[in-house]
């Protein structure tokens, strides 16, 4: 089993409901439930803090050991507490070695375009197909020195190998354009005022010292 693979004891649920979910969370553990592949849903509880770390990473790859056996899976809906975005509940789906999975890869924008630009992230994440037990972290998109027109489509994205594209390749991702007047004023008065800033703490610490 590759290293990278988060493996989380779970427990069987046997109680159900707002009030049981309430108590499994001040248990410090997280409820969810385990499905696919035909199976019979699970009702599982997990170690809390150790699935939050887990979690940290989109599409993590998981081992769950429900009562010594284990099972590869994907998390398919995590919520949260809108306010605190403490896990509540996690959906997983047992997914297995060399099985082809559909899922949302983030784009990553790396270096800085030429001066007087602006760079649009027009697509955050992309679906590709991937094998589970390889899914990619993100694409990185290189605008290092890009001028005004420049454009990056699904199909221009470089892919892990393995993995293909789940979206219409002439679909838009990023967009180098000219930056806006007022958007290179605002930056420069910015700029400015932070200059202003510096010079009235400078002339309020020679007062100090007088």
Not at 11 to 32: D, L, N, S, W
Not at 104 to 122: H, I, K, N, Q, Y
Not at 141 to 153: K, M
Request: proline share 5%; glycine share 8%; hydrophobic share 40%.
């Amino acid at each position: 089993m590759p290293s990278d693979i988060d493996k989380l004891a779970a427990e069987v649920r046997t109680e159900f409901g707002k009030g049981a979910a309430r108590r499994t969370r001040r248990a410090g553990r997280i409820p969810a439930v385990l499905y696919g592949h035909g199976q019979e849903t699970a009702h599982l509880s997990l170690p809390g803090h150790q699935t939050a770390l887990a979690l940290r990473v989109a599409n993590a790859l998981l081992a769950i050991d429900v009562e010594g056996e284990e099972k590869l899976a994907l998390p398919r809906q995590i919520q949260r507490d809108p306010v605190t975005r403490i896990i509540e509940h996690v959906d997983l789906i047992v997914v297995r070695r060399g099985e082809k999975v559909t899922v949302d890869v983030a784009v990553e924008v790396t270096g800085e375009a030429a001066p007087e630009t602006m760079v649009s992230l027009e697509e955050v994440s992309v679906p590709l197909e991937v094998e589970a037990t390889n899914i990619p972290t993100a694409v990185e998109v290189s605008v290092e020195g890009a001028e005004s027109g420049h454009q990056v489509f699904a199909s221009d994205l470089v892919l892990p190998q393995g993995a293909t594209l789940a979206i219409d390749p002439e679909t838009l991702v990023v967009n180098v354009t000219t930056a806006q007047l007022a958007d290179l004023e605002t930056e420069e008065e910015g700029e400015e005022e932070a200059e202003g800033e510096g010079g009235e703490a400078e002339e309020a610490e020679s007062t100090d010292d007088e």
